[in-house]
């Protein structure tokens, strides 16, 4: 049994070879008193005895990145929050419905499984611009929740959440002003933002 204290999970992020200055992968790490689990999509499927389609487990060292520099820790959350990611994120092998599908652009990618998880587990967290494949949600999406309205398609999308930030998406490239801290987001920037 996992204490609750015990528990964290970081959101993990690497420049992507040769489209580091606006891709970036994303990926979590369970992390508990005894093991670091690294789940990930990969774009080739079946990589390792820990696959699921694209879905991986531990295919690379929890650290490591994916070519082109180091990685970087985006954020890590503890408590009841990493509790619920780590469950969502473990029930992902069966319940992530693009197991056996990627695609490079518009996605589902490494990208669109990270921002699904932490969407699952109602976190209400953008990552970066160079997040490629974050916003896609299928051809046409619409969601509202109590923080954020979204509507995406690969062409075009925006979110909104009056009191945090305004996105646009074109051909999945990310433009906007998140409002505490005041940033401008351009497809060259690396900010993750967590909105409570």
């Known amino acids: 049994m996992i204490k609750n204290n015990a528990l964290k999970v970081e959101l993990r992020s690497a420049k992507i070879p040769y489209l580091g200055l606006i891709a970036d992968h994303y990926w979590f790490v369970i992390i508990t008193d005894t093991k670091k689990e690294r789940w990930e999509v990969w774009q080739n499927p079946h990589c390792c005895k820990t696959s699921w389609g694209h879905l991986h ?14 990685s970087r820790v985006e954020y890590v959350f503890s408590g009841l929050k990493a509790r619920v990611l780590a469950k969502t994120i473990q029930h ?51 969601s509202k929740k109590i923080k954020v309205i979204r509507v ?45």
């Open 92 to 142: 992902s092998i069966t319940e992530y419905k693009n197991l056996f599908c990627y695609r490079y652009w518009p996605g589902p990618n490494s990208n669109t499984y990270v921002q699904n998880m932490l969407d699952k587990a109602n976190i209400d967290l953008c990552l970066s611009a160079t997040a490629i494949g974050k916003d896609f949600y299928g051809w046409f999406d619409y």
């Open 57 to 70: 487990l531990n295919l690379l060292p929890f650290d490591s990145a994916v070519g082109s520099g180091q």
């Open 152 to 196: 995406s398609t690969p062409l075009l999308g925006i979110k909104i959440s009056y009191q945090n930030f305004y996105e646009c998406n074109i051909l999945s490239f990310t433009f906007g002003i998140y409002l505490n801290p005041i940033k401008i987001i351009h497809p060259f920037s690396r900010y993750t933002a967590l909105f409570k």
